[in-house]
């Protein structure tokens, strides 16, 4: 059974800086893409970026590019995200996702494209 567990999440003030981190087991990693998602109170599930399987490929939201970068160490099973310029708006309970499919990433700005997602962690943005 997969599992991804985020952490580094907190609170932190506008303009400022965190990095996320999700760790998957119970599976292969290294031959899937990757996603991070965020929903905030209220508001449904977005996607924020995401990233192929070799790490060669990242995807952003608009709403992020710029700011937010995600990586991934195959070798700790390991995606990141890094997120800078933290503005209100970003807060929110952010979810990695796996994708469904090994070595495709079809359309990793839907949700449809994953199939395992971890818990969330809460970010939280003060002024």
């Known amino acids: 059974q997969v599992q991804l567990v985020e952490s580094g999440g907190g609170l932190v003030q506008a303009g400022g800086s965190l990095r996320l981190s999700c760790v998957a087991s119970?599976?292969?990693?290294?031959?899937?893409?990757m996603g991070w998602f965020r929903q905030a109170p209220g508001k449904e599930r977005e996607f924020v970026a995401g990233i192929t399987w070799s790490g060669g490929t990242t995807y952003y939201a608009d709403s992020v590019k710029g700011r937010f970068t995600t990586s991934r160490d195959n070798a700790e099973n390991t995606v990141y995200l890094q997120m800078n310029s933290l503005k209100l708006e970003d807060t929110a309970v952010y979810y990695c996702a796996r994708s469904s499919r090994t070595t495709r990433f079809d359309t990793p700005r839907r949700a449809s494209e994953y199939d395992y997602w971890g818990q969330g962690t809460q970010v939280t943005v003060s002024s």
């Open positions: 119970g599976g292969t990693f290294s031959t899937y893409g």
